[in-house]
């Protein structure tokens, strides 16, 4: 079967009640204030100094190398985001920005095509010696994937015929061959890079690149172990003293691999290269490796906000279950990668089970890591905070209460502008061949699609997630007529679709509705979604006993402004009806009530100890989406609640 492909992002005009707010503020404010930071003008704001280590390594400035080795990803995917923005919205000061942005990269690469000012300024002659702890691999994705995005926006191809140079460089270094270097990257990335820049040039020896980096990942001797044994080999990070394989997923063959183990977003760019050679291979043991560990991810080692990677230790998957709340990772990266992946099963498959996970992660994680004024960031994703107890030197030191400026590894920030900036891709899956249109996001949007010798122009309006039901104008269906598969989410009931105002009876493929359409027409599609209590598998210990609320695809928390200090006093009851209102706060936001009781602080003093009972009190608990928690100050924050009983 063909499989889907995202609409191209200047086809999409989306205007829609929730998303635009987010998107307008990647070219409003995201990435003005990005530049400032990379720049080092945000006064507060840890230092960047990416864009200095380029005019140093292309010679117009002076200066030591500063910040982490793939600190060249900041500009990379500032880039790449600048790229998707000026596919929807021209932007010609933006675009003078970029393009002199690129003309300092082109400057600062070297004669033979290599571009890494970590490896140019601080270790020259140690190319290549340090894969697995030197990411330039890893920077060499990032700079492929922004390349083939300013290409397709702009057309221009001078950062795109730089970056070539430079895969045609990997290309002639890394293989199977004699005189090449058996290695593969230690954080996966080039793989996704090489595929894009494929995609763009036809030139297939990048798609046969990356699907060497991915076969010899994990075969025979292990590459970084040998690597580390070299008596001139010293460490970039200080953690990796005590390297495990499993951390970059390098343990063994990538195909035998059934549970995902180590750095979670190394783990999820390398699936997302996985499944995209699998497609282009026709590779049944990769795409079966896909599906198992796409399910021990969701269905073991998954937050209910679509988080992953539970362990502030090496941001790492650990074990099934190991779900903690108040020090957790979920690093914004990873659910990134996570809905990247999705997105790519979801094409290949056309399994609706693939989006509800990604549509999942953009609404919750992804979201929650800017504020909503786009000035400020959250790396790491609890979803409980006590905030005088986020200290340096404890289980909870890398949990801020408060969202940042910036972080000193800042990839974060900008991989979160690139996602908001190209959300389109997610909307729609496209098989023009055989006349079928999936429709994955519920976002208000017009589009024009060729079918056949037809263009069709559609148009969905909707106020999702607030109300559940979406209209959708179909006009010029092709004679031979087109299919409209519309996704049926995981949390939908009583699923009903009309057609000019005719109630459908519809056929339901893989979580997709079937729409067959001959003519011009008026879709309706409307569903019940409303709040409800969620439970976690016993074996999830830390939620034992307690519930979450949701709505949609929206996960809630409490927070203290709301509800007062010392969350975890509060007890939720479930056999009250949750309600919902329309408020105003947080730029408009549905809030749930519910009602409970706290336990009472009358009696204790200071004491710590007593064996009397607890006193209960009645409480009315109101809940507010999750990722918009922190934006109105410091303060207590809880998803999971302890159920009345």
């Not at 300013?150 to 290309?171: E, M, N, Q, S, V």
């Not at 172990?225 to 990070?237: A, P």
Request: charged residues 25%.
């Amino acid at each position: 079967m063909m499989r889907l492909h995202s609409l191209e992002l200047n086809k999409i005009n989306i205007k829609d009640d929730f998303w635009s707010k987010h998107i307008d503020l990647v070219r409003e404010v995201i990435l003005p204030y990005q530049w400032e930071v990379m720049n080092d003008r945000i006064e507060g704001a840890e230092s960047s100094h990416c864009l200095d280590n380029f005019r140093i390594a292309a010679g117009r400035a002076k200066g030591e190398f500063y910040g982490v080795v793939f600190q060249d990803t900041d500009v990379a995917k500032w880039l790449e985001a600048v790229g998707f923005s000026l596919s929807c919205y021209k932007d010609e000061e933006l675009e003078k920005t970029a393009d002199e942005v690129i003309d300092l990269i082109a400057k600062a690469q070297c004669a033979d095509g290599y571009l890494n000012t970590y490896f140019t300024i601080k270790e020259p002659g140690q190319r290549w010696r340090y894969l697995c702890e030197g990411h330039e691999l890893y920077t060499a994705g990032h700079f492929m994937e922004a390349a083939t995005a300013y290409y397709k926006a702009t057309g221009k191809r001078k950062l795109l015929d730089c970056i070539c140079r430079f895969a045609d460089l990997i290309c002639d270094t890394f293989g199977y061959e004699d005189g090449k270097i058996h290695g593969y990257p230690g954080h996966q990335e080039a793989e996704i890079g090489l595929i894009k820049i494929y995609e763009v040039t036809g030139e297939k020896k990048y798609l046969d690149q990356a699907k060497y980096f991915i076969d010899a990942r994990g075969m025979g001797e292990n590459y970084f172990l040998k690597e580390m044994h070299r008596k001139d080999y010293h460490l970039i990070f200080p953690e990796f003293v005590n390297y495990e394989p499993q951390y970059s997923q390098s343990h063994m063959p990538v195909r035998e691999q059934k549970t995902a183990e180590g750095h979670a977003v190394r783990a999820v760019y390398m699936l997302c290269a996985m499944a995209d050679l699998a497609y282009a291979y026709k590779d049944k043991a990769l795409i079966k490796a896909c599906k198992a560990l796409w399910n021990n991810i969701t269905k073991q080692r998954m937050y209910i906000t679509g988080g992953i990677g539970s362990s502030g230790i090496l941001e790492r998957f650990t074990t099934d279950y190991d779900l903690p709340n108040e020090y957790n990772y979920s690093e914004s990266c990873a659910s990134i990668g996570l809905a990247l992946f999705g997105l790519r099963m979801n094409q290949i498959t056309r399994d609706s089970s693939y989006m509800d996970v990604a549509e999942r992660a953009l609404y919750n994680t992804i979201l929650s890591g800017i504020a909503l004024d786009g000035k400020s960031f959250f790396y790491v994703n609890p979803l409980e905070v006590w905030p005088t107890a986020c200290m340096p030197r404890t289980s909870k030191g890398h949990v801020k209460p408060i969202r940042q400026k910036w972080f000193g590894v800042a990839c974060c920030p900008t991989n979160i502008a690139r996602t908001l900036a190209s959300l389109g891709q997610y909307i729609y899956g496209a098989d023009e061949e055989n006349g079928q249109l999936y429709v994955n996001l519920f976002v208000s949007n017009e589009v024009e699609i060729k079918f056949m010798d037809a263009v069709v122009s559609m148009r969905l309006k909707t106020r999702f997630p607030v109300e559940n039901k979406m209209g959708i104008q179909v006009l010029n269906v092709p004679k031979e007529g087109m299919t409209l598969a519309v996704r049926i989410p995981d949390y939908a009931k009583d699923y009903k679709i009309t057609v000019d105002n005719t109630l459908l009876t519809y056929e339901i493929e893989k979580g997709y509705a079937i729409i067959k359409l001959q003519k011009s027409c008026f879709i309706n599609v409307m569903f019940e979604a409303p709040a409800r209590f969620m439970r976690a598998n016993p074996s999830v210990r830390p939620d034992v006993g307690k519930v979450a609320i949701t709505r949609g695809p929206m996960v809630y928390c409490l927070e203290e402004v709301d509800n007062g200090e010392n969350l975890s006093a509060v007890f939720v009851d479930t056999s009250k009806e949750l309600t919902e209102n329309a408020v105003n706060k947080l730029g408009g936001i549905v809030e749930i009530t519910a009602k409970g009781q706290r336990v009472s602080r009358e009696g204790w003093g200071n004491g710590l100890y007593k064996d009397s009972e607890f006193k209960l009190e009645p409480a009315v608990i109101k809940a507010v989406p999750y990722c918009y928690w922190n934006n109105r100050g410091a303060g207590e924050m809880a998803v999971w609640i302890k159920e009345l009983i």
